[in-house]
């Protein structure tokens, strides 16, 4: 089944405020206005909150820019374009893998000044199941083990890679790196994960009760949380 | 050293500000209003955002609200009180060990109405971190391991745990779960993490232009991602 390409217009205004409410994140960690202050953005913040759930989805049903078969994921909290917790990394097919570069800010700060662990994790996660799905393969997260060789600094140029290093049936195994952008050989976090599709049945338990935007049963058959990757 | 304790009113308007933005984010991924109004809400953010950076901290400036030697960091990506990444997890100790209860929005989604594999290995990160630091110990992550048993539900009560395991001079090994609040013995994720503190001179490359809020230098002695453990 061909997907249906998604709506411009909203696709436009969605990336338009993930953009916004980016920006806003930075620098609510960056800020050293007086608590005065704080509390008017805060009001301000809410104001807009409630124009925002004039009308909402519920969690079952999917985003109407979404479409898990075409593994777009317009909210993917490392790589949607219209979440504010996603840097959002840009995912690129090269090489026989993946690869995203990308700078930080200080709203993912572990260690002062440098990336927090778990978030390092986190975007591996992500890129490691898009090399899978670059490879034609998928699967949710079974395994995923990180060697953590030297901090990774904020608000400097990073390049992260990943390529599939095993394929055997629903079995996935796929290695990746986040590098300096100036030095992309040297591994500052290691990881690997191993990516298993879900059984038939087990796909259906999870997944039975997801509907699309306009709530039609549509349980996907290749659910991930991995995101569409630009081709070479 | 005492540490001195944060500024109240300051607290209070930091943590206010987190609540307003987490709320604002998870709004954002839910709504399902028109373009045009998801382009109004996007430029009323970018007005609030020119308000927070009217003044602003550097990159190796520690918040004023922070102290790193008593595990203090407001902004955490995960704990932060701060932070509109974080849910936040309020860590808690007891029976030698951390726990944290937490319930998940839709900002989070890896797989449809499923927390995202990597925000697991997050959350995991920070409490393995904190476990660490309850027991007197601390370090920064070396290796994290994740076994993924079964998908962890969004918008469901669930219950966070992490202890040490092993303590041997520098380094730190802590394990840690997932599980549904109402299923407390059935993981849905294990975590093992190995924390090392790093040495003298190697911690002090990190973190020598580190400076706290009013900018004299503050190079933390205990640098850490891990944040303040409620007593038990």
Redesign the interface.
Known sequence: MQSAPPDP??L???T??????R???E???????D???????????????E???????G??Q???LDD?VDFRRV????SGV????APPLTIHQANGGVFARTSLG?????????L????S??????LL?AAAVAAGLWG?????????RA?VP??TPLEMRAHVTEDSGRKTVVQGIIALAEAPDRALVEARGVFVMPRRDKAEA??S??TD?SGQAAP?GR???ATAVEPD
């Open positions: 217009e909203l436009a205004a969605v338009d405020l993930g953009s916004a409410l920006a806003l994140v620098a609510s960690v960056r800020t050293v206005v608590p005065g202050e704080l509390r008017g953005v805060a009001t301000g913040v809410r104001a807009l909150t124009r925002l759930e004039a009308a909402q989805r969690v079952h999917l985003p109407a898990p909210f993917n909290p490392v219209g979440s504010a917790l200080l709203a993912y700060e572990g260690p002062p000044a440098f927090h662990g778990g978030m994790s986190l975007f591996m996660d992500q199941g949710m997260t079974a395994r995923l083990e990180l060697d953590y901090p904020l608000l999870y997944f009760a997801i935007a996907p659910p991930t949380d």
